[in-house]
C-alpha cells in the first residue's frame, strides 16, 4: 500500500511510467503528439507535411510556468488534449483549437482549496463558484466536523433544493451522483465529519457511544471511504463535535487508514490549550496509524500569542520523528466563528435548542455573562481571545430578521445600532444564528507559519453569491490573491514560486488527488494565468463580497472557466475519488 501523503519525489519513477502511457493514447487520438521535457526542449511530430505540427485543444504559449514544486519559474509552451496536460516545451509549430498567449504572465497548476466547505452550493446557487473561480482555484476541499455524508432524516430533516428540484441523500456515493448529474463548474473533493457521523448515529446530546454505537459510527466512515472520501475530519469546539472523547476520535481514524486516508481536525483549543491540542491530534495520528492535517493552524488571544513557536516546534518534532503531519493557515488575523461559540460548551450538553429557548431568561443571561467575563476558564474563551473587547469581533452575516446594516461592524457598533445594550445585543444575536470574525491573531504568526514547509493555504469559507448572500468573511473571496498580492509581492515573506507551491501541490499531496497540483506531463490540465503585479484581492469586512483581480485565464479539466477575464459558465469539474489501498 503506498501512503497517501508520500511526497513529490516518490512518485517520479510512476508517473514517467504513466506520462509515457497517457501519450501514446493522445497520439492515437490526435494522430499526432509532441513529447516534451521539463527544461523546455520539444520535438514536434508531423501530421500532414513536414511543417505542420500536432494539434491541441488548448495551447497556451509565452508563459512562464512556476510549476507548483517550488522550482524556479522557466519559459514554456503548454499543450492540453482529452483534459491532460500532453506536451511542454517549445510548440511553436503546433496548432490549437484555441491558442492562448500568456504574454509573459505565470501559468500555473489551478489552486487547491483544502476546507472550503459546502459544495451543494456549486449546483444550488450556480454563480457562488465565481467567488473561487476568481480566486483560481480548481478544486475545493469540502468538509469539517460537518460533512455533506452520511445524512438521516435527524440530519436532514428537509431535503436541498436546486432550480425547483429536491434531493435526498444517505451516503456520499449517493451525493457523489447528484453532483455529476448536475454538473459542476470546478472540482470538488469530501471528508468524512467525525460530527456528522457522532449526529447520525447519537444525535446533538452530550453522550457516550454504546460499543453497539462505536461499531455503527465506524462503520459510517468505512462506508465514507469506500465511496470515495479523502480522510476523517474534526471540528473540537463545536458541539457535538467537541464531545467526542480522544478514544472515540481514534477508533473513527483506525476506518480510515486501510484507505491511506488523512485525520483532518480544528482542533480542540487554538488558543490557551493549543498544545494540549497538538498533542491530542498527534496521539490520534500515531494511534490510529495515519497522517494528520490540523485546519488553520493559529495562537488565538495576544497573551497566548507566544505558544505558536512552541507550537511549530511540537509539530516538526513529529515529523522528525517520522509521523507526517501538515496544517494549513488562511491570510486573516480575524479568523470566522459562530457567536454562540463565544457560549462555553457544555451548556450545549442538551442541543442547540435547548440553550437557545434559555437565552430569554435574565438570569440566566447574567449567569453567562458572569461566566464569560471571568477569568481563570477552562474552555477556549473567545470574548478573552480578543482582549474582552467587542469592539473587536465584527459581524459577519446574522439572520434575515436582524437589521442588515449590521452586518461589516462591531458587535459594540452594532450594540449602537440597533439602540441595546452590548451584552443584550450578544445574546440576541446569538439567537439569530449570526457569525462574527473575532481579532484574535497576529502577522507574526502568519509569517511563522509561512516559514515551515508543511503549511498550505485555506479559506475555511463557503462559496458566496452577492446577489443571494447578505454578507461573509472576505476570505471567501480574498484567500488565495491576498497571499500573492500581501506576503509575496508586497511583504516578501515567499517566493512567488514556493507560495504556488502551497496552494497547488502542497495541498493536493494532503488531500490524495495525484494527478492534480503540478506542471507535468500526463496531469489533469486545472492551469491558471495570472499577472504576478496585478493579481489582488478587494474583499474589506466593510464590503466582503468583492472578487479578487488578476486571474486572466482559468481552465479545469482543460476547458476555460475564466477566459480572458469573463466567466465562462462552464461546468467541466469532477467528483475527485482518491483510491489508495486495497
Same mark, same amino acid.
Given at each position: ?5 508520500? !511526497?513529490?519525489?516518490?512518485?517520479? /519513477?510512476?508517473?514517467?511510467?504513466? #506520462? ?30 513536414? +511543417? ?16 507548483? #514544486? ?16 500532453? %506536451? ?7 496548432? %490549437? ?5 500568456? $504574454? *509573459? ?10 476546507? &472550503? ?56 456515493? =449517493? ?19 467525525? /460530527? ?8 446533538? *446530546? ?12 465506524? %462503520?459510517?466512515?468505512?462506508? /465514507? ?22 478514544? =472515540? ?10 484507505? !491511506? ?8 483549543? =487554538? ?31 495576544? &497573551? ?35 457567536? $454562540? ?24 443571561? @447574567? ?19 480578543? $482582549? ?10 446574522? /439572520? ?24 443584550? #445585543? ?38 458566496? *453569491?452577492?446577489? +443571494? ?9 480574498? %484567500? ?10 508586497? *511583504?516578501?515573506?515567499?517566493?512567488? =514560486? ?18 492534480? &497540483? ?12 495570472? @499577472? ?19 486571474? @486572466?485565464?482559468?481552465?479545469?479539466? !482543460? ?24
Amino acid at each position: 500500500m503506498r501512503n497517501r501523503t508520500q !511526497g513529490i519525489a516518490g512518485r517520479v /519513477a510512476l508517473k514517467q511510467w504513466a #506520462t509515457r502511457v497517457s501519450l501514446t493514447v493522445a497520439a492515437l487520438l490526435l494522430g499526432a503528439c509532441a513529447t516534451a521535457d521539463q527544461q523546455g526542449s520539444a520535438s514536434s511530430a508531423s501530421t500532414d507535411s513536414a +511543417t505542420s505540427g500536432p494539434k491541441y485543444d488548448v495551447l497556451i504559449t509565452n508563459g512562464r510556468i512556476v510549476d507548483g #514544486t517550488g522550482n524556479p519559474w522557466y519559459k514554456a509552451d503548454i499543450g492540453i488534449a482529452q483534459g491532460k496536460i500532453v %506536451a511542454i516545451g517549445s510548440l511553436q509549430n503546433a496548432s %490549437a483549437a484555441r491558442t492562448i498567449n500568456a $504574454g *509573459n504572465r505565470i501559468v500555473s497548476p489551478g489552486f487547491v482549496d483544502l476546507m &472550503g466547505q459546502s459544495s451543494f452550493a456549486y449546483v444550488a446557487d450556480r454563480p457562488t463558484a465565481e467567488s473561487r473561480l476568481r480566486q483560481g482555484i480548481t478544486t475545493h476541499a469540502s468538509g469539517e466536523g460537518w460533512s455533506h455524508a452520511p445524512q438521516n432524516r435527524f440530519t436532514q430533516p428537509d431535503p436541498e433544493v436546486a432550480d425547483g428540484r429536491s434531493y435526498r441523500w444517505t451516503r456520499f456515493s =449517493e451525493y457523489f451522483d447528484i453532483l455529476e448529474e448536475r454538473k459542476l463548474p470546478l472540482n470538488v473533493v469530501h471528508k468524512v465529519g467525525a /460530527a456528522q457521523v457522532r449526529r447520525v448515529v447519537l444525535g446533538d *446530546n452530550d453522550v457516550d457511544p454504546s460499543a453497539r454505537d462505536m461499531a455503527a459510527m465506524k %462503520a459510517l466512515v468505512r462506508q /465514507a471511504m469506500e465511496d470515495g472520501a479523502t480522510g476523517l475530519a474534526s471540528s473540537l469546539i463545536y458541539p457535538p463535535g467537541n464531545y467526542a472523547s480522544t478514544d =472515540e476520535l481514534v477508533e473513527l481514524a483506525k476506518e480510515i487508514a486501510p484507505f !491511506g486516508g488523512t485525520y483532518f481536525t480544528h482542533m480542540r483549543n =487554538e488558543s490557551h490549550d493549543l498544545l494540549g491540542a497538538i498533542d491530542e491530534a498527534l496521539e490520534i495520528g500515531r494511534r490510529a496509524g495515519v497522517s494528520v492535517h490540523i485546519y488553520h493552524l493559529k495562537a488565538a488571544g495576544n &497573551g497566548n500569542w507566544p505558544l505558536f513557536d512552541k507550537a511549530i516546534d511540537k509539530i516538526n518534532a513529529a515529523r522528525a520523528s517520522g509521523m507526517n503531519v501538515t496544517a494549513d493557515i488562511y491570510p486573516y488575523i480575524n479568523n470566522g466563528i459562530g457567536l $454562540g461559540s463565544f457560549i462555553a460548551p457544555q451548556h450545549y450538553a442538551s442541543g442547540r435548542a435547548a440553550l437557545l429557548a434559555r437565552l430569554d431568561d435574565k438570569q440566566f443571561r @447574567d449567569f453567562l455573562r458572569a461566566e464569560i467575563e471571568a477569568p481563570g476558564n477552562v474552555w477556549e474563551n473567545w470574548y478573552q481571545n480578543v $482582549g474582552s473587547d467587542w469592539g473587536k469581533v465584527v459581524v459577519t452575516q446574522t /439572520a434575515d430578521n436582524i437589521d442588515s446594516s449590521i452586518v461589516g461592524h462591531s458587535i459594540a457598533e452594532s450594540a449602537n445600532i440597533l439602540g441595546m445594550d452590548v451584552w443584550d #445585543t450578544f445574546f440576541e444575536l446569538v439567537k439569530a444564528g449570526t457569525s462574527v470574525a473575532p481579532q484574535s491573531m497576529n502577522d507574526g504568526q502568519k509569517r511563522a507559519a509561512l516559514n515551515q514547509p508543511w503549511v498550505s493555504v485555506e479559506t475555511d469559507t463557503a462559496p458566496a *453569491n452577492p446577489a +443571494t448572500s447578505k454578507s461573509t468573511h472576505p476570505r471567501a473571496f480574498g %484567500a488565495f490573491p491576498r497571499v500573492l498580492a500581501r506576503y509575496v509581492r508586497e *511583504n516578501q515573506w515567499l517566493s512567488l =514560486e514556493d507560495a504556488v507551491r502551497r496552494m497547488t501541490s502542497l495541498p493536493a499531496q494532503s488531500v490524495g488527488i495525484r494527478d492534480r &497540483g503540478l506542471i507535468e506531463l500526463g496531469m489533469a490540465a486545472d492551469i491558471v494565468v495570472f @499577472d504576478e503585479n496585478r493579481i489582488t484581492d478587494t474583499a474589506t469586512f466593510a464590503k466582503p463580497m468583492q472578487y479578487a483581480k488578476g486571474i @486572466d485565464y482559468l481552465l479545469v479539466n !482543460g476547458e476555460l472557466v475564466i477566459d480572458d477575464g469573463r466567466n465562462t459558465g462552464a461546468r467541466p469539474g469532477q467528483v475527485l475519488r482518491p483510491r489508495i489501498g486495497n
